[in-house]
């Protein structure tokens, strides 16, 4: 079956780097995402990979897939107080994402 | 920014009752899946529109369903309110074959 598993708790510096991870068990996912969540606020795509990759970089994100392990990373450098929010890896098996298969949420605190 | 507007935000419903939610997506997506999300939780798939059709549908009974209008509006209609249906309701939208989808702020629903 489908299930995406997440850590649910993480804390940083100010300043420091944070990594967020996930392992997902559809071998057959095409692509993986990771969306924020603010409070109050509805999911904001963050970034994604296509599963032919290994890792991706977009500014301060850095994502990286490990395709034999089933397990996805999310590095956020320099990780400042307005990063705090829940972080969801998500799966999906085709383009356009039939069905998004989340996470519970990675919960980043940043402390200054 | 987002370009997807849910209506209402909040809403207090009674057991037993009937609710319809509202999704306005931007103009050009043709594809819109609505999620819950309980407290605590990641979102849930509920079902997906393809051009006014469903076209996926995920663990949720009957008492659920949905419409897409050639407006690229559509709504979430749920019969019978259960108070375990208390959640945030997030409807999502994407131009077919686009890669990640664009979430509105959500619909919390309470039941008592």
């Known amino acids: 079956g489908e299930d995406v598993e997440q850590s649910l708790f993480l804390s940083v510096r100010e300043g420091d780097s944070s990594v967020i991870n996930c392992t997902y068990t559809?071998?057959?996912?095409?692509?993986l995402y990771w969306y924020k969540q603010e409070p109050g606020a509805g999911l904001q795509l963050l970034t994604y990979?296509?599963?032919?990759?290994d890792m991706k970089q977009d500014q301060r994100l850095t994502v990286l897939l490990n395709k034999k392990d089933k397990h996805l990373s999310l590095r956020i450098a320099d990780t400042q107080t307005g990063d705090s929010a829940i972080y969801f890896c998500a799966e999906s098996q085709n383009q356009a994402g039939t069905a998004l298969i989340f996470g519970k949420g990675t919960t980043l605190s940043v402390s200054s | 920014e987002t370009g997807v507007t849910q209506s209402p935000t909040h809403l207090i419903k009674t057991r037993g009752q009937q609710v319809t939610l509202r999704c306005s997506s931007q103009?050009?997506?043709?594809?819109v899946s609505w999620y819950q999300q309980a407290l605590g939780q990641g979102p849930q798939f509920i079902f997906q529109y393809y051009r006014e059709e469903e076209n996926g549908r995920g663990n949720f009974p009957p008492r659920f369903s949905g419409l897409q209008f050639p407006n690229y509006s559509s709504e979430l209609n749920v019969n019978a309110l259960e108070l375990d249906d208390s959640a945030l309701y997030l409807c999502a939208s994407a131009v077919g074959g686009d890669y990640g989808y664009t979430f509105g702020s959500g619909t919390r629903l309470t039941v008592v």
């Open positions: 990979i296509f599963s032919n990759m």
């Open positions: 103009s050009g997506h043709n594809t």
């Open positions: 559809d071998s057959s996912s095409t692509y």
